[in-house]
């Protein structure tokens, strides 16, 4: 009964290569995220979307894209993956308004 | 605009004893508030949250956190802290009535809990 899930847990990969992450989520809310977090675990919002809209943080990159068949899944498409692209990335949940995000268990990239 | 100070980022304790992970913010508009933690190789996992009413807010596992607007301070504390309770500590602010994608994470606080 995993609220947010996200596939796969690890993921190894050389630069250059184009890579997918899964997110599902089964609290019904309506809007998703996904987060970056860096090796000093700070924590960076990425992207937000809902049914209406997709709110991009102007400093991702456009290799970045997110992509949502359906309200409940929300994957996350890198192009040309770079070094620098290392790292955790997490999805996340929540009701518009402002409610509580609630987190996957995370995806950590390394790029080699 | 907001911003989110976490002080230590790194607090030892024994077992048993009592531990205050400390947060403060800066904000031009009025705030929500949270506390999250982060279990090792886990996604992170909502503490408690103040959004009005009583200053004093209690969480899950023992935790509690007080809002105090004149420091502009929401610091966590719990009075006797478990082996289990070692985790990344990430405070958060919003502003009030914002969207969760308006929420600004401090940069987190690794409590060890030593034996």
């Known amino acids: 009964d995993t609220a947010v899930s996200q596939t796969p847990k690890y993921l190894v990969t050389q630069m250059g290569n184009d890579k997918s992450i899964k997110c599902e989520q089964n609290l019904g809310h309506d809007t998703m995220y996904w987060y970056k977090q860096d090796s000093k675990k700070f924590l960076k919002i990425m992207f937000s979307y809902n049914n209406k809209e997709l709110i991009i943080n102007e400093t991702v990159p456009n290799r970045f894209s997110p992509k949502s068949p359906d309200k409940a899944h929300l994957n996350l498409h890198i192009n040309s993956l770079e070094l620098g692209d290392s790292a955790v990335y997490f999805c996340?949940?929540?009701?518009?308004?402002?409610?509580?995000?609630?987190f996957g268990n995370g995806t950590r990239l390394t790029v080699t | 605009a907001q911003s989110v100070t976490q002080l230590d980022s790194q607090v030892p304790v024994f077992e048993e004893a009592p531990v205050e992970l400390r947060c403060n913010y800066s904000s031009s508009v009025s705030v929500y508030l949270f506390w999250y933690v982060q279990y090792p190789n886990q996604g992170l996992q909502l503490l408690l949250k103040?959004?009005?009413?009583?200053?004093l807010v209690k969480g899950i596992n023992g935790f509690e956190a007080e809002f105090n607007k004149s420091q502009t301070s929401f610091h966590l504390r719990k009075p006797s802290v478990h082996i289990s309770d070692t985790a990344e500590y990430f405070c958060?602010?919003?502003?009030?009535?914002?969207?969760?994608?308006?929420?600004?994470f401090g940069s987190g606080t690794q409590l060890t809990v030593l034996p």
């Open positions: 958060a602010v919003t502003p009030r009535g914002g969207s969760a994608r308006q929420l600004t």
């Open positions: 103040y959004l009005s009413g009583s200053t």
């Open positions: 996340a949940s929540s009701q518009t308004g402002g409610a509580p995000l609630h």
